[in-house]
């Protein structure tokens, strides 16, 4: 569901072939009535130095929500903004769980009485897709790792990424371990058994530098760190690291024109004198030699330059120089 | 690689928005891409569903 005209929706559908119903809530009347109405919209685009434009308004924040059998609502997901949000996967995987089987692209690995495994929503992913890391330690019967707080000279379990530099990551839930006792030690330890299940939120900061770059190889490795003893032995702490594959989706709206070719029209133009949206535009079609810009490409475009401070809105509502 | 950038927009309590869960769903009819009405809950007929609500497809 959307606030758009059923034209719009029309448009959308058939040129991505979508047969799933798409709702039009064109006065917003069922986003208020739900309660995810964003109020907060003006605030939000003046943090990007942008003015509220007249399509903005009636937009939601946007959710996803998760009927059983019988209509109960079993499942939400509001997010704060647009700009980050989940995948068709994540969505999947948050509210279904795993598919049946192994996942693809999993990778494993495994020392004396831990199996890891690790793998990823998707291994395509786009800029500000909110994805997620699963990582799996399956412990033999008998077998536990610990977790903090841990006693001096042992080892907690910890996860590690490194990866391209547009990769973001996001907090890791604490992992509840349960009380642990060891004959003659006054310690208490907490300790973790059976199956661990970790998730590592990460997304793709937006880069237009690297935007014509598609399908730009993004490997990420992770370090999995943990000490795995069973009532009577440790082994000695392991840390194993396991590669996953991870790319950069070709990203439709820098297909035909690439950052590097529009944004130094836009700051030419806008040098000369300020100008509006459809000014712009104007201005840099007629300077693409055929290519065609659109609304949106170009409104990418001059939000980087917005975040990179080399472009303000001004007053009259039109893009300056910075 | 580092910590989630802190986007400067404002905080929302996402959690507290939007219908409560273990409820009903409110009842959702509008027209489709097609123009025609669509019930969500008759749509559903009896299966699972999820219901997204995106910004706009003209973007």
Redesign the interface.
Known sequence: MSYDPVSTLTRFAESHRITYPLLSDVDSAVITELGILNVTLEEERAAYSRKVEERHRGIPYPASFVLDEDGILVGKRIEQSHRIRPTANTLMSTFFGSEDGEPPGMVSADSPGVQIAAWLDTQVVSANQLQHLHIRLVLEPGVHLYTEPVPLGFTAVGVELTGDDSIHVGDIEPLQGHEFSIAGLDETFFVLDDTIDIVVPFFLLSNRDTAGDHNRSLPLSVQVKYQACTGDECFMPETLTLELDLSEAPNPGYETTDLAALAPLVIRRIAESPKTNEELLGLVNAAMSGVAVNATELGNTVDVLVERGLVVATDDGRWAEA | ?????N??????D??G??????????D?V??????NL?D??Q??A??????????????
Not at chain 2, 1 to 5: K, P, T, V
Not at chain 2, 46 to 59: E, K, N, P, T, Y
């Open positions: 690689m580092g910590d989630f950038i986007l400067p927009i404002p905080e929302i996402a959690d928005l939007g219908p409560p869960l273990g409820q009903r769903f409110p959702v509008l027209p489709d891409q097609s123009g669509v969500l809950h749509h559903r009896g299966r699972r569903g999820l219901f997204i609500v995106h910004r706009s497809a003209d973007w």
